[in-house]
């Protein structure tokens, strides 16, 4: 599972960065930055309930291979 972390720093950038928590160093990086209570925050797009671009939620999948089964099933005389 990855990550999207914002990380502020004194100049008002904020940084969105992917660490993989299947990894040692990413397992490190997190426990690491959780530490810190000012400057960065964790967002979890399942949590917020916004999908992120070229992704899509469950529902949708769902839907997409509903349709693409019973067009293919159509189009090969199954149905």
């Known amino acids: 599972m990855g990550y999207f972390i914002d990380l502020q720093n004194q100049s008002s950038m904020i940084h969105t960065v992917k660490i993989d928590d ?3 160093n990413g397992k490190k ?21 916004v999908v992120p671009d070229g992704y ?3 529902d949708e999948f769902e839907k ?16």
């Open 22 to 24: 299947n990894t040692r």
């Open 29 to 49: 990086i997190i426990t690491d930055l959780r530490r810190y209570r000012k400057g960065v925050e964790f967002d979890n797009p399942a949590i917020r309930g």
């Open 56 to 58: 899509v939620t469950g």
């Open 64 to 79: 997409q291979v509903k349709e693409n089964l019973d067009s293919y099933c159509k189009e090969n005389g199954i149905l």
